[in-house]
């Protein structure tokens, strides 16, 4: 097809200096735009001081996607609230607070749609677990799913349940998956 030299060159200059759009630069156009679920996933993180931003400081949130799903199932401020006790741990651990990882894993934890009702997540359990882990337990935790197929925070979900809340718990008390692609 007939292209002017100036066509070539646009279409040149486009395609060899363009860059994807992150995450966080969405979420910031979608606040700006005032879109009502990035208003009300704002209002969570400044209740918290938290942010959605890409720089390394301990305020800032770059899985700006994650905080969009997990607030979709309903738990962000649970998950937030977890997080930021993670964040008191040691500086190698503190790295996993508001790591994707880390938002999956605790979104799932805190879906009560993933467990039994008979035996359901304690909220305070789950922190107090929280505040006692290591950087091992979560590389641990992590390669759990390393090399598996679908969607990881599920997977590691259910190995912090059966390795970490369901420790010492009498069998009766223990968290059971409901069957929803959990067993």
Request: proline share 2%; hydrophobic share 40%; charged share 25%.
């Given at each position: ?95 996993f607070a ?13 879906d ?30 992590e ?41």
């Amino acid at each position: 097809f007939p292209v002017t030299i100036l066509e070539a060159q646009v279409f040149v200059d486009l395609n060899c200096e363009r860059t994807s759009v992150n995450q966080v630069d969405i979420f910031r156009a979608a606040l700006c735009q005032g879109e009502p679920e990035t208003v009300a996933i704002q209002k969570l993180l400044d209740d918290r001081n938290l942010a959605v931003a890409s720089g390394n400081s301990k305020h800032n949130i770059k899985a700006a996607a994650a905080l969009r799903a997990i607030y979709k199932k309903g738990t962000l401020a649970e998950v937030l609230d977890c997080c930021l006790m993670v964040q008191q741990l040691d500086s190698k651990t503190r790295k996993f607070a508001f790591s994707n990882t880390m938002l999956h894993t605790l979104a799932e934890v805190l879906d009560k749609s993933n467990w039994s009702e008979e035996t359901p997540v304690s909220i305070a359990r789950v922190k107090s677990i929280l505040s006692h882990m290591t950087y091992q337990e979560w590389r641990t935790i992590e390669n759990s799913s390393a090399g598996s197929s679908g969607f990881r925070g599920l997977k590691m979900a259910r190995y912090f349940i059966e390795y970490f809340y369901n420790k010492s718990l009498l069998t009766k008390n223990r968290v059971q998956p409901s069957g929803r692609g959990l067993r």
